[in-house]
């Protein structure tokens, strides 16, 4: 087991040298120390990982390009063996990497979707942690025992573009009975060659999943893919929800609560339904989010952990001690149970009408609306602002005037809220804004005399005294109220 700190490391791919640990690494150290037993081999400190953890890859999106300087230094490893193995509808490379040659086949793939790629620099993360010298012993107790085969960026095109699906469109991951990406022939076609005893499908999920009615996010989904309508468990299902429940286990010592199940309702044109079909032990994992984590570096870790882990297990094959009940008391995934932000028991008044209301606001690409109203005491939110004190206040529009461009700085800015302005309307050339704060221009659907559902999250919070708080297209802007009044308050 390597040093938490050696400065002599090395590795076919190269490292982080005297990074910063992410405060959060800090935050779970001691309860990963006292876990040390029941957690994996890399899970002894948080500068361990560290050590690991691939730079270059602490971003939103993964590109190929992101990742192809690394791959073809992983040609010079003797450890390694790179492979092209298929090409994408834009005729992009897809690789796979291949370590050890024990008669126990394992194959792991990310990116499936383009916009999830959580699970690709956790690959890298492995392959480091796999292939570094100190690591020399650990990796001879199972290379004669598990072939482990890689593909860590199965949708290139979808991953240029930073979305789901590939260049026609298609969703690969249903596309397992039609094959008509190619993409998805790749897969297959490995999978027919390769004849994997499991596979490891590495997903990222919607950041508002919740863990059961917890109110705590999902920050790692996991699921034994069924195999039939009837979600019968045969052998290989039943070795998947073992290892899976050796896998949780090692990361509970991290994020605890935030582990959570899909359901297992059969999905025919899946490829982990369809794998599992074909008596492989298909293992879904999910990276979701974390509290403060916009990257999902946690996720990241977690993924890196339970692959080494697996790797561990399946070589010794003690996941067969597991019972599969441990995998039955994983919470279920819930979805919609988290929302960006929840502003609780705001009052408003309309009139005669005076009524306590709970708003839920969720950010889509660069718009945030208002997605629910009332009580909301089944949500939970990443920032939750206790608005008890105050009194909702429709935002005025501010008129632009053709004549003359206003300069938007702090002071004014700040000054044209507290009157209640809480957008422009107008040319946005006749608006020279010099704040970073938000600033709402020409809402499309912008709130009235009372805050009402799919409308932009652009409105005002106010008491006696004043305006207090500006919600400017989902991101909150304190005016008059201490700082405790809205900081602080993210879960």
Excluded at 290 to 316: C, K, W, Y
Aim: hydrophobic content about 40%; glycine content about 6%; some cysteine.
């Amino acid at each position: 087991m390597p040093n938490s700190c050696t400065d002599s490391l090395r590795s076919t791919i190269p490292r982080t040298t005297g990074s910063p640990v992410p405060s959060w690494f800090k935050t779970v150290a001691i309860a990963v120390l006292l876990a040390a037993g029941s957690a994996s081999m890399a899970a002894t400190a948080p500068e361990t990982y560290e050590q690991y953890r691939q730079p270059g890859l602490n971003k939103p999106a993964i590109s190929q390009s992101d990742i192809l300087p690394l791959v073809d230094h992983l040609r010079e490893s003797a450890l390694v063996s790179v492979k092209e193995i298929g090409r994408s509808y834009e005729d992009r490379p897809i690789y796979r990497l291949q370590i050890g040659s024990g008669p126990v086949r394992v194959m792991m793939w990310s990116q499936m979707h383009g916009d999830e790629p959580t699970a690709t620099p956790a690959i890298f993360d492995l392959v480091n942690f796999i292939t570094a010298p100190e690591q020399a012993q650990w990796r001879a107790g199972w290379m004669d025992k598990v072939a482990l085969v890689l593909v860590p960026m199965l949708n290139p095109d979808g991953a240029e573009r930073n979305i789901r699906h590939n260049a026609q469109s298609f969703d690969i991951n249903r596309d397992a009975r039609a094959l008509q990406s190619p993409e998805g022939r790749t897969l297959m076609a490995l999978a027919r060659e390769f004849e994997p005893h499991f596979a490891f499908n590495l997903h990222d999920q919607d950041r508002h999943y919740g863990v059961g009615d917890t109110g705590r996010m999902a920050t790692i989904s996991v699921l034994a893919p069924a195999y039939n309508r009837a979600r019968d468990i045969n052998d290989s299902r039943a070795r998947a929800m073992q290892l899976i429940g050796v896998m949780t286990k090692s990361i509970e010592p991290f994020v605890g609560g935030h582990i959570a199940r899909y359901d297992d309702t059969y999905a025919y044109r899946a490829f982990g339904d369809t794998f599992s079909g074909m008596g492989i032990s298909t293992i879904l994992v999910e990276s979701g989010a974390h509290p403060g984590d916009p990257n999902r570096q946690v996720a990241r870790r977690m993924n890196f952990e339970m692959l080494v882990t697996a790797i561990d297990s399946i070589a010794a094959g003690s996941y067969r001690d597991v019972s599969p009940a441990r995998y039955d008391a994983i919470p279920l995934n819930e979805d919609d149970a988290i929302v960006d932000i929840k502003i609780a028991r705001l009052t408003t008044v309309e009139g005669d009408s005076e009524y306590v209301t709970d708003l839920a606001i969720n950010h889509r690409g660069d718009r945030a609306r208002v997605v629910d109203a009332g009580d909301l005491s089944n949500l939970a939110g990443a920032q939750t602002l206790d608005a008890s004190r105050w009194l909702y206040q429709p935002p005025r529009p501010f008129q632009l005037d053709a004549n003359s461009i206003l300069t938007l700085d702090d002071s004014r800015y700040r000054e044209l809220l507290r009157e209640g302005y809480g957008y422009f309307v107008g040319d946005p050339a006749l608006l020279r804004v010099e704040t970073d704060l938000p600033v709402a221009i020409n809402p499309r659907n912008p709130q009235r005399q009372r805050p009402l559902r799919h409308r932009d999250a652009t409105f005002l919070l106010r008491d006696d005294a004043g305006m207090r708080v500006a919600v400017i297209n989902g991101q909150l802007v304190e005016l008059q109220a201490p700082p405790e009044a809205v900081a602080g308050q993210a879960r």
